[in-house]
C-alpha cells in the first residue's frame, strides 16, 4: 500500500563521505564528490582506488599522488593501491619504482590483469623482453584466447630479433582466426618482406613460396602476380607465369600491366593468335591507352612472325582444299593450343560430323567451352562423358570440381537444397582430396543451414571417418548441437574438448567457442526465468573461461535473483577485484553497501563514477536509489535537514526521478512544509487501486498547508438513569505564524441545571453558566523537539485558573515521547443545610445554599505514541496531587488512519484511574476523586472537503458520587453521605474548517 511508502522501515545509520581534502586540491567535479553527512569513519580501500584513479585520469599525478600514499600507509598489501603507486611512476618513467609496486600488486593477487599489463610495459621500455614475454604468457594461461595478448607476444619476439618464433605465431593466429583483417594485414606484410629477402639472398624458391601465399591471402594486389610471374620466369617456369598472370586478370580485370604480362609471355614463345584473342577479349571491358598501345604492337609483332612461316595458316589453307584428316586433326589441336576457340568449335563440328560424338571430341568441346567461359554448355558436354562412362576417373574428376564450383555459387545465393545433390556427387566421385574435403564441408553447412540436423550430423561423421585430422571438426559439431536445441551438450562437448586438449591455440579455440555458445543460452535462460540452470550454466562457464567478463556478469545477476547472497557478494568482490573501473561492478557493489545500509559506502564509490560518467544511467538509477534509502534512514531518525541535503545532492544528477522527488515531499512533510511537500510528491504514481487514496494524501498536505483554522465542538453528556444533559459548547481559532510557531485561542461555554438556594435539590453542584477562556502557544524546536504551552481563565465549573506545558520528542523506529505538567485551580461545592421548622411538611433539615471552595490541582505526566503503517497507538500517564493526596489515571487510545488524508480515522479510547482523564476535568465534566474513573470511546473523522473535517466520538464514563445530607432533629443533627456509581454517556461533534 501507499502509505507504506510513507512510513518505511529503518534502514540504518547513515555512514558519511569525507574528501581528503588536506591531500588533494579538488577540481569542480571533485567537489561534488564530498559527502554531505560528516563522520569520523576511515575510508575504505575502494574510495582510495576509485578516487584516484579519477584523478590520475584527469592528469592530477601528484594530487592523486599524495592521497594514494594515504591509502597506502592504511591498506599497504591491497593489490589495486599498488598498482595505481605502479601506474604512477610508470607515468614520471621511474621504471625501477614502476616495477617495486607493480611486483607488490601481483603478490598480493597474481590476477590482477591491470598490473601485469603495466610491467609488461615497463620491461619492454627497459628491454627485458624476456621476462615481458613471461608475463605475458602468464596472462594467456588465464586468457588464452586475448587475441591482443599474443600480437602483444608476436612483438616481443621481433624486439627480441627472433622472426621466425614471431612468424610462426601470426601463421597460427591467422588460422584460428581467419576473419580478422588486420592478423592477415600483418601475415601479408611479413610474406612481402621474406619474399624480398629471398630474393635478395637468392633464394627464389622461398621468394616463389612466399608471393604464393601472398596471392591466395590478398587477391588483389596487382604487384604480388608481377613479382610472382617474374620470378616463375626465371625459374623457366612459363606455363605456371601465364596461370598466375590469368588469375591475376581475373581477380583484377581492370589491370593493364597483368594483361600485358600474359600476353607478353604468350607471344615469347610465338603464341601470337592466343595473345592477341586474349588482348582482344580484355579490351572490350578495359579502353586503357596503354592496352590500345600494346595490342598494336602485338599486331605489328604477330604480322612480322606470320609473315616468316605458321603452319596453322598453311595447314588451314590445305584443309580449305583437301580436307584431309591430317590438316583437321592439326588444326584442331592447334586452335584449342593457341586459344582460338571459334575456329575450335568449327573444327570440332566438322570432326563430329565424320565421327560421330566419340569420348575425346567432347572432352575437346567442353574444354573449349570451359575457356571461352560457356558454363552450361561446358557443365551439359562433361555430364554427357559422364553418362557414357562413368569409370572414366579423370572425366568424374573434372565433372566433381564444376559441381563443386556450381554448388559454391549456389550457396553463394542461398540455393543450399539445390547444392546439396551436386557436393553429394563431389564427395563421392572426385580422387582429389582437397575436393572431397571441400565437398564435405559445405554439405555439414548446406544441412545445417536447411535445419536438417540430424543429416548434418552424418555428413560431418562421414568427413571425420575420411579426414580424421581434418581441423574445426569439434567446432561444427558444437554447432550443430547448439542449433538443434542441444546447447547444453554442445557446451560438454567443447568442456571435454577443453579438458583434453593440451596445445595453447587450439584450446583456445575451444574456450572461445564456448563462451560464445554459452553466453547467448545463459541469456536465454534467464529470459525464461530459469535462473538455477542460468547461474550454474554460468559457474560453468567461468570454471572453462575463468575471465569471461559475460560470465561474471551472470553469474553476478543471476546469484542475486535466487538469493544466494554469500555466493553474489563473492562474485561482485572478484568482478570489483578485475575490473575496478567497470561501472557495473560499482553499481553492483554500492547496491550491497546500500542493502547493508552503509550508505555512506555506497556514496563513497558512486559520487566519483556519477561525476565522471553523468550519462550512465545505471551509476544514476543506483545513486538515486541509495541516496532515497539514506534520506528515508535519516528521515526516520528525524535528521530532516541531513536528508534534505542527500537528497538534493542526488537530485543534482537525477533531477527527473521521481523517487527521489516523491522522498523530498516526504522531508518537506516531516518539517511541516506542506505546500513543498504537495509540490514534491505529486510526482508519485500510484499503483492499482492507490489512486483515490493518494489523491486524499494529496488534498490532505493542501489543507494542512493551510496557516488558519476554525474549529466548532459540542459535547454533550446525559446520564443514564436519569434523564438530565451536561453539555459543553467551543470555538476554537488556530493561526500557523510561520514553520515553527503557531498559537491557538478556544473559547468554550458550559451551562448547568441544579439547585441554587432554598431549594430541595440531590445534586453535586450548583446550576449556572460557565464560560472559559483558553490560549495555546506550539513551537518546533528542531526536527526533533517541540513544545506547546496553554493557558485558561474561567468562571465557574471550568478550570478558574489552568496552565499546561508539553514537551515532545521524536524517537526512531516512528516512536514519539513526551512529558507534561500543568496546575489548575478548580471549584469543590459542598451543600449546606439549615432547620425548617414550619411548612407543608413536619419540621426536618433542608438545603440551604451551597458553599464554595476552591483547591489546587497539580498534574505530572508522561506519554508515548508509536506509528505502524496506518496506525497511531497511545498511551499517557497522569499523576495528581489535591489537598496533598495522589491520584492517577491511565488512557491508551489508538487511530486507524483508513483513507491516508492525515486526518480521516476511526479512534478507539479506554481510560482507568482514580482521578478522572484530563480532558474530562478541562471541560467540566463530572468526575470525582480517590475512588476508580473508567471511561471507553469509540468515534472518528472524516474529512469531507479539502477545507472541512468532521469528527464524532462517544464515551461511556462511569464513575462514583458522593452528596452529603443531613437529618435528625434541631438539637440532635446527623450528618450523613449518599454515594454510588453513575454511567454518563457523552456525544463530542467537531467540525474542523481549515482556510
Known amino acids: ?445 548446406c544441412n545445417v543451414e536447411l535445419r536438417r540436423y540430424t543429416a548434418a550430423e552424418r555428413a560431418l561423421a562421414d568427413y571425420q571417418a575420411q579426414f580424421p585430422d581434418a581441423p574445426n571438426t569439434i567446432l561444427k559439431h558444437a554447432d550443430i548441437l547448439s542449433r538443434s536445441g542441444r546447447t547444453e551438450a554442445a557446451l560438454e562437448l567443447l568442456a571435454k574438448e577443453c579438458e583434453e586438449e593440451d596445445d595453447a591455440l587450439t584450446r583456445a579455440q575451444y574456450v572461445n567457442a564456448y563462451e560464445e555458445a554459452a553466453v547467448p543460452h545463459i541469456k536465454r535462460l534467464i529470459r525464461l526465468g530459469a535462473y538455477g540452470k542460468a547461474y550454474t550454466q554460468s559457474l560453468r562457464l567461468l570454471e572453462i573461461c575463468p575471465l569471461s567478463e559475460d560470465g561474471l556478469q551472470y553469474a553476478v545477476n543471476t546469484s542475486a535473483q535466487l538469493k544466494r547472497w554469500k555466493e553474489h557478494r563473492r562474485w561482485v568482490a572478484l568482478g570489483r577485484e578485475r575490473y575496478p573501473n567497470d561501472n557495473f561492478y560499482v553499481v553492483k557493489q554500492a547496491a550491497l553497501y546500500t542493502t547493508d545500509r552503509k550508505y555512506s559506502n555506497s556514496q563513497d564509490i558512486l559520487l566519483p563514477k556519477v561525476a565522471e560518467y553523468m550519462g550512465d544511467s545505471l551509476l544514476i538509477r543506483a545513486n538515486s536509489t541509495n541516496s532515497s534509502d539514506w534520506a528515508m534512514a535519516l528521515l526516520d531518525r528525524h535528521q530532516n535537514d541531513s536528508a534534505m541535503a542527500v537528497i538534493n545532492k542526488a537530485i543534482e544528477y537525477d533531477s527527473e526521478n521521481r523517487l527521489l522527488l516523491y522522498t523530498k515531499g516526504l522531508i518537506f512533510e516531516a518539517k511541516h512544509e506542506y505546500d513543498s511537500a504537495y509540490v514534491y510528491q505529486k510526482y508519485y504514481r500510484p499503483g492499482y487501486g492507490e489512486e483515490a487514496s493518494f489523491r486524499r494524501h494529496l488534498d490532505g498536505l493542501v489543507a494542512r498547508g493551510y496557516r488558519n483554522g476554525l474549529n466548532f465542538e459540542y459535547l454533550q453528556g446525559r446520564y443514564g438513569e436519569e434523564d438530565v444533559i451536561t453539555a459543553v459548547a467551543s470555538i476554537e481559532y488556530t493561526r500557523k505564524l510561520d514553520d515553527t510557531d503557531a498559537v491557538g485561542v478556544r473559547f468554550n461555554y458550559a451551562g448547568r441545571e441544579g439547585a441554587a438556594k432554598d431549594t430541595k435539590s440531590d445534586d453535586q453542584q450548583p446550576g449556572g453558566t460557565g464560560i472559559q477562556l483558553v490560549g495555546e502557544w506550539t513551537h518546533q524546536f528542531d526536527d526533533l523537539w517541540s513544545g506547546t504551552a496553554t493557558v485558561g481563565l474561567a468562571n465557574k465549573y471550568f478550570p478558574q485558573l489552568m496552565a499546561n506545558a508539553r514537551l515532545t520528542r521524536n524517537f526512531t523506529h516512528d516512536w514519539e515521547g513526551e512529558v507534561h505538567a500543568g496546575f489548575r485551580r478548580i471549584n469543590s461545592y459542598e451543600k449546606r443545610f439549615r432547620w425548617q421548622a414550619t411548612g407543608e411538611d413536619s419540621p426536618a433539615w433542608v438545603f440551604d445554599h451551597w458553599d464554595d471552595t476552591h483547591n489546587l490541582l497539580l498534574n505530572l505526566g508522561i506519554g508515548a505514541s508509536k506509528t505502524i503503517d496506518l496506525f497511531w497507538l497511545n498511551g499517557r500517564l497522569d499523576l495528581y496531587n489535591m489537598k496533598s493526596k495522589m491520584y492517577a489515571n491511565l488512557i491508551l487510545q489508538g487511530k486507524y488512519f483508513m483513507l491516508n488524508d492525515g486526518k480521516s480515522c476511526i479512534q478507539a479510547l479506554a481510560s482507568i484511574g482514580s482521578a478522572p482523564e484530563a480532558s474530562m476535568i478541562d471541560n467540566a465534566m463530572p468526575g470525582t476523586f480517590s475512588r476508580l474513573n473508567t471511561q471507553v470511546g469509540l468515534g472518528g473523522q472524516y474529512r469531507i472537503h479539502r477545507n472541512v473535517t468532521l469528527g464524532v466520538l462517544g464515551t461511556w464514563l462511569t464513575y462514583y458520587t458522593q452528596t452529603n445530607t443531613r437529618t435528625g432533629t434541631e438539637e440532635s443533627p446527623i450528618d450523613g453521605v449518599n454515594t454510588r456509581y453513575k454511567n454518563l454517556f457523552n456525544i463530542d461533534v467537531q467540525v474542523l474548517i481549515s482556510f
Not at 63 to 88: H, Q
Not at 232 to 252: C, F, P
Open 1 to 445: 500500500m501507499m502509505m507504506k511508502i510513507h512510513k518505511p522501515q529503518i534502514c540504518g545509520m547513515a555512514l558519511t563521505l569525507m574528501m581528503a581534502a588536506s591531500a588533494l586540491t579538488f577540481t569542480p567535479a571533485q567537489v561534488q564528490a564530498q559527502s554531505i553527512v560528516k563522520t569520523k569513519d576511515i575510508h575504505l580501500p575502494d574510495y582510495y582506488d576509485a578516487t584516484v584513479r579519477a584523478a590520475f585520469k584527469r592528469g592530477n599525478w601528484e594530487g592523486g599522488k599524495r592521497l594514494l600514499d594515504e591509502g597506502l600507509k592504511r591498506y599497504p598489501d591491497v593489490s589495486t593501491l599498488n598498482e595505481l603507486a605502479g601506474r604512477y611512476y610508470y607515468h614520471k618513467k621511474s621504471y625501477d619504482d614502476a616495477r617495486f609496486y607493480l611486483v607488490r600488486a601481483l603478490r598480493d593477487n597474481n590476477a590482477n590483469v591491470e598490473a601485469k599489463q603495466l610491467i609488461i610495459n615497463v620491461e619492454e621500455e627497459t628491454r627485458n623482453y624476456s621476462s615481458a614475454i613471461c608475463y605475458v604468457n602468464e596472462l594467456l594461461e588465464i586468457h588464452p584466447y586475448w587475441k591482443g595478448l599474443w600480437r602483444r607476444k608476436i612483438n616481443l619476439y621481433r624486439k627480441q630479433k627472433n622472426d621466425v618464433e614471431a612468424d610462426r605465431l601470426l601463421e597460427r593466429l591467422c588460422h584460428i582466426y581467419p576473419n580478422d583483417a588486420q592478423l592477415k594485414k600483418d601475415l601479408n606484410y611479413r610474406l612481402e618482406q621474406r619474399a624480398i629477402a629471398d630474393r635478395k639472398a637468392g633464394d627464389k624458391n622461398g621468394a616463389i613460396e612466399s608471393l604464393q601465399q601472398l596471392v591466395n591471402n590478398d587477391p588483389k594486389k596487382e604487384e604480388h602476380y608481377l613479382m610472382l610471374c617474374n620470378l616463375l620466369l626465371q625459374q623457366g617456369r612459363r606455363s605456371e607465369a601465364i596461370d598466375v598472370a590469368d588469375r591475376g586478370v581475373s581477380n583484377l580485370p581492370g589491370s593493364y600491366r597483368l594483361i600485358i604480362k600474359k600476353a607478353g609471355i604468350l607471344a615469347e614463345d610465338n603464341r601470337y593468335g592466343e595473345a592477341m584473342a586474349f588482348v582482344e577479349r580484355c579490351m572490350k571491358h578495359n579502353h586503357s591507352g596503354q592496352l590500345n598501345s600494346f595490342y598494336g604492337q602485338l599486331q605489328a609483332d604477330a604480322a612480322r612472325a606470320a609473315a616468316k612461316s605458321d603452319p596453322y595458316i598453311l595447314y588451314g589453307k590445305v584443309y580449305e582444299r583437301t580436307k584431309s584428316q591430317e590438316s583437321l586433326d592439326y588444326l584442331l589441336n592447334t586452335a584449342i593450343t593457341r586459344g582460338y576457340y571459334d575456329d575450335a568449335l568449327t573444327y570440332i563440328a566438322a570432326e563430329r560430323k565424320r565421327k560421330g560424338d566419340t569420348e575425346d571430341l567432347l572432352y575437346k568441346a567442353y574444354i573449349v567451352n570451359r575457356r571461352m567461359g560457356n558454363a552450361q554448355a561446358a557443365s551439359s558436354l562433361l555430364s554427357r562423358l559422364y553418362q557414357r562412362n562413368p569409370a572414366n576417373k579423370d572425366v568424374a574428376d573434372e565433372l566433381a570440381r564444376e559441381r563443386l564450383t556450381r554448388a559454391m555459387e549456389m550457396m553463394n545465393n542461398g540455393d543450399y537444397g539445390e547444392a546439396l545433390p551436386l557436393l553429394e556427387f563431389a564427395a563421392e566421385h572426385s580422387t582429389d582430396k582437397e575436393v572431397r574435403e571441400a565437398a564435405f564441408n559445405r554439405m555439414v553447412t
